[in-house]
């Protein structure tokens, strides 16, 4: 039996990738190379249609991050995080990957019972937000008992293949409670080690760098990150190797 691949994807192009190589899911967002944003209204609209449009409703997952930086938030920032979950549930995303901490650094249980309330049947995944906590099991079993669905880690660590003793007691543990997908820094050479640890799924974004047009002063770098079709491809194929 397999494990799991999700993609991180930042435009329709990149569903669009996913879907024909046949990835599990996706996960919708944008400026990855902050760690990921909320993606917009229109992006996320035609997202669904695609994946629809082929069968997969249970396709695309919707990061809800109102800024970069840490995750602690503010009245305005959740009500923002609120609105978000609401427009992504009312497009038709399978789920919402989000993350609220405290100041002191736990789950900011408050927060995510909002957020688990205000997505309905909505798939709830706790991001990376966990690997910022200090005891990271107890974490993970508040996010049990608040009907979260899977939770994404590196396992503390940069790399998810440096974080897999923490990824492998977290699968322990929470298994059939809590899915954990391995997510930072995945390489498909990892994806082995990842499975035979437990984890559930894998997460990576199968970026590629491009040249685009100058885009002058104001307009930043000329480059921008496409998904790699040969990286999931070998992605899936890792991955469907027994554990």
Do not use: K, N
């Not at 408050?110 to 966990?130: D, K």
């Not at 050479?189 to 974004?205: F, K, N, P, T, Y």
């Amino acid at each position: 039996m397999g494990i799991a691949v999700e993609i991180a994807v930042q435009d329709l192009a990149g569903v669009r990738v996913a879907l024909a190589e046949g990835a599990d899911r996706v996960e919708l967002c944008s400026a990855l190379g902050m760690g990921g944003l909320t993606p917009s209204a229109a992006l996320i609209s035609a997202a669904v249609a695609e994946a629809r449009a082929q069968g997969r409703d249970r396709f695309v997952q919707v990061l809800v991050r109102p800024r970069g930086g840490g995750f602690l938030y503010d009245a305005d920032e959740l009500a923002l995080t609120l609105g978000d979950v609401r427009f992504a549930r009312e497009a038709g995303a399978a789920g919402v990957v989000v993350g609220a901490l405290t100041e002191d650094g736990g789950v900011d249980t408050e927060a995510l019972e909002r957020i688990v309330a205000e997505a309905g049947p909505l798939q709830v995944t706790f991001h990376r937000a966990l690997d910022a906590v200090e005891h990271p099991l107890d974490a993970a079993g508040v996010l049990v008992q608040l009907g979260v669905t899977r939770v994404l880690s590196s396992g503390g660590a940069a790399r998810s293949i440096d974080g897999i003793h923490l990824l492998r007691a977290l699968s322990e543990r929470f298994s059939g409670q809590l899915e954990v997908m391995a997510g930072g820094g995945v390489r498909v050479v990892d994806i082995r080690a990842l499975a035979r640890a437990g984890v559930d799924a894998v997460h990576l974004s199968a970026r590629d760098t491009v040249r685009g047009t100058p885009s002058g002063p104001g307009g930043g770098d000329a480059a921008y990150d496409i998904t790699d079709p040969a990286t999931v491809r070998a992605a899936l194929s890792a991955a469907s190797l027994i554990r």
